[in-house]
Structure formats: C-alpha cells, structure tokens
C-alpha cells in the first residue's frame, strides 16, 4: 500500500512540479548563478521529472487512445523531430572518422603529444583530450540517431546480451558476431528469404 500510495502522490504532484518549473524558468535557467545551474542538473535526474514525463505519456496516450486524429498527429510530430535530430546529428560520425586519422597521423607520423586548431587563436588540447571526445560523438549517433533509423525502416540492434551467449545460442536467435544497424528487410523478388544475423538467408 505504501507503494501506490507513493506513486499516486508522485503522479499527482508533477502536475503542480511542472507548473512550478514553468513559472519559475529564473530559478534554473539563469546559468550565471551556480544555484540555478545545479538545480537543472539535479532536476534532470529526479523523481519530479520523472513523473513529469511520464504523466505527460500516460495523458498523451489515452488522449490519442480516445481520439485516433490526435495519436496520429502525434505520431507525424515525434517522427519529424526524429527525423530532423537524426540527419543533424549524423554528421557526428564523419566528424569521428575524420577526427580519428587526424589522431592517428599526429600520433604515428609526427610524433606530437598534442594537436593545434584554429586561426588567430589556436585551439590547443592534449591528443588524449581529443580521444576521449570520440565517446561523445559515439554516444550522439548511437542515442540520437538510432530513433531515425527505425523512423526510416531500418533494423537497429544491440548485440550485447548475445556476445555473452554461446555460439549454439547465437546461431538460434540468429545474432551474429557484429551489430546490424540500418538493416532493413530481406529484397523481395528473390524467393522466401530471412534475415539471420546480418546477412539474408533462404528460408529452409
């Protein structure tokens, strides 16, 4: 009982956390006070947001479960947003790879601890600074693009879970050795075919 109770109370109060968070932008939006600054960042991560969020997808739901027009527009809204964040944050992956040969040309040709950028005033950061900024544009394409490839028809999925299994396990749920994103299906026209793994296989 103390459970529901505790998950009523919180659905209820993120109506009034929200209106709250509208009303008052200035106590977490002003960044030159480091108040404001850590009230964003623990907002963020809180029980009040989320509920907020998902109080905001429970009334959405049941509204487009009640009225079929507004799920659809819903549905057209997400998808463009989806859309647009994926073909912006894309690029992310051609600046890795270009990023990656620069850091492996300043490494093995040069011989340099450090790379210079900019004109007028250089951009001065260690080569382990740039590296360790290849974890972001990798975590950019996989959680902002991943929704506009499955928006787009494409077959997103993560390996990890089957890298542990054994081959016998692998080869039955037909996981191969690599991740397939971007896979859509099997071509038509060439007979029942399936895809197993990343590669299309006649259906025995």
Same mark, same amino acid.
């Given at each position: 009982?103390?459970?529901?109770?505790?998950?009523?109370?919180?659905?209820?109060?993120?109506?009034?956390?929200?209106?709250?968070?509208?009303?008052?932008?200035?106590?977490?939006?002003?960044?030159?006070?480091?108040?404001?600054?850590?009230?964003?960042?623990?907002?963020?991560?809180?029980?009040?947001? +989320? =509920?907020?969020?998902?109080?905001?997808? $429970?009334?959405?739901? /049941? #509204?487009? &479960?009640?009225?079929?027009?507004?799920?659809?527009?819903?549905?057209? +809204? =997400?998808?463009?947003?989806?859309?647009? $964040?994926?073909?912006? /944050? #894309?690029? &992310?992956?051609?600046?890795?790879?270009?990023?990656?040969?620069?850091?492996?040309?300043?490494?093995?040709?040069?011989?340099?601890?450090?790379?210079?950028?900019?004109?007028?005033?250089?951009?001065?950061?260690?080569?382990?600074?740039?590296?360790?900024?290849?974890?972001?544009?990798?975590?950019?394409?996989?959680?902002?693009?991943?929704?506009?490839?499955?928006?787009?028809?494409?077959?997103?999925?993560?390996?990890?879970?089957?890298?542990?299994?054994?081959?016998?396990?692998?080869?039955?749920?037909?996981?191969?050795?690599?991740?397939?994103?971007?896979?859509?299906?099997?071509?038509?026209?060439?007979?029942?075919?399936?895809?197993?793994?990343?590669?299309?296989?006649?259906?025995?």
């Amino acid at each position: 009982m103390d459970s529901i109770a505790w998950l009523v109370s919180n659905f209820f109060q993120s109506f009034l956390n929200l209106a709250y968070a509208v009303t008052n932008l200035e106590l977490w939006l002003d960044w030159s006070d480091k108040k404001a600054i850590m009230r964003f960042v623990y907002y963020g991560g809180s029980i009040e947001f +989320f =509920f907020v969020v998902f109080t905001t997808f $429970i009334l959405l739901f /049941f #509204a487009g &479960a009640l009225y079929r027009p507004f799920m659809w527009r819903m549905v057209v +809204f =997400f998808e463009g947003i989806a859309n647009t $964040i994926g073909r912006a /944050f #894309a690029w &992310a992956g051609l600046i890795m790879v270009i990023q990656q040969v620069l850091i492996v040309i300043m490494q093995r040709i040069f011989t340099r601890p450090d790379i210079v950028l900019g004109l007028g005033i250089p951009i001065n950061f260690d080569i382990s600074w740039y590296a360790e900024e290849l974890k972001l544009y990798n975590a950019l394409v996989i959680t902002l693009c991943a929704t506009y490839t499955f928006v787009q028809g494409g077959h997103v999925r993560v390996g990890l879970p089957a890298r542990q299994s054994m081959p016998t396990t692998r080869r039955r749920s037909g996981a191969g050795p690599r991740d397939c994103i971007g896979r859509g299906p099997c071509p038509r026209g060439t007979g029942p075919r399936v895809r197993r793994g990343c590669m299309c296989q006649p259906l025995l």
